[in-house]
């Protein structure tokens, strides 16, 4: 069965700086994984998509990448701010999605 | 584009009383699952529908759980009799090409 971990649980930088999400996962055969955020009381919204074929992705500040072999995704944050205080959580998609418990993000202004 | 909206968006009842929870997803995709939080825990998958027909319903905690997807169009989850380990977070997404889009969820409280 597939365990995704995520390191820290919780997360708190100054604005400004870069940082770095850890999501490790026990299964390397998956199709996908995927990066969520989620503000407290609301759904899960989409940041990244990464395809099992792809190293990394980019979008704005946010760079993300797979190395499956090592069952291993960072999510890198450049230049912190305090909007993206949030969980930041990981997803694999396997026979189905299996997801972390999160790390939870503060960006201290 | 409309995302992926769900019904209520919170829902307070007591032990033994029945809920039902509806999710419609993004027009057009035929992949249709639903998770649960519960406070602190991970996201866990119940079950995934492709079009109308249960693809996968490994997840659903008992039989005190039915989902529905009638048409292939917007889904169904009643939880009949709800006990209090019930209470949680209830999202439903919508995937396409492998991404997954998430609803706001609908927040359970049972009491």
């Known amino acids: 069965k597939q365990e995704v971990t995520q390191i820290p649980a919780a997360l708190s930088v100054p604005e400004g700086e870069n940082l770095v999400l850890n999501c490790s996962f026990t299964?390397?055969?998956?199709?996908?994984l995927q990066w969520f955020r989620q503000d407290p009381g609301k759904g899960l919204t989409s940041l990244l998509l990464?395809?099992?074929?792809?190293r990394e992705q980019t979008s704005g500040r946010l760079n993300a990448s797979l190395d499956k072999s090592s069952g291993r995704s960072t999510l890198y944050i450049a230049a912190s701010q305090p909007g993206d205080s949030a969980t930041y959580l990981c997803?694999?998609?396997?026979?189905?999605?299996?997801f972390g418990t999160g790390t939870s993000l503060t960006v201290i202004p | 584009e409309a995302g992926v909206t769900q019904f209520p968006s919170h829902s307070v009842i007591e032990k033994g009383q029945t809920v039902t929870l509806r999710c419609d997803p993004i027009?057009?995709?035929?992949?249709l699952y639903w998770y649960r939080r519960v406070m602190g825990k991970e996201i866990k998958f119940l079950l995934h529908?492709?079009?109308?027909?249960?693809?996968?319903e490994s997840g659903m905690p008992n039989n005190r759980f039915l989902a529905e997807r009638t048409g292939g169009t917007y889904s169904t989850l009643k939880v009949q009799p709800a006990e209090l380990e019930d209470s949680g977070v209830y999202f439903c997404?919508?995937?396409?090409?492998?991404?997954?889009?998430f609803g706001e969820g609908s927040r359970l409280t049972v009491l």
């Open positions: 027009s057009g995709h035929d992949n």
């Open positions: 997404a919508s995937s396409h090409f492998g991404e997954l889009f």
């Open positions: 529908f492709v079009k109308e027909s249960k693809q996968d």
């Open positions: 990464i395809q099992s074929s792809q």
């Open positions: 299964d390397s055969a998956i199709y996908n």
């Open positions: 997803a694999v998609e396997g026979n189905q999605f299996y």
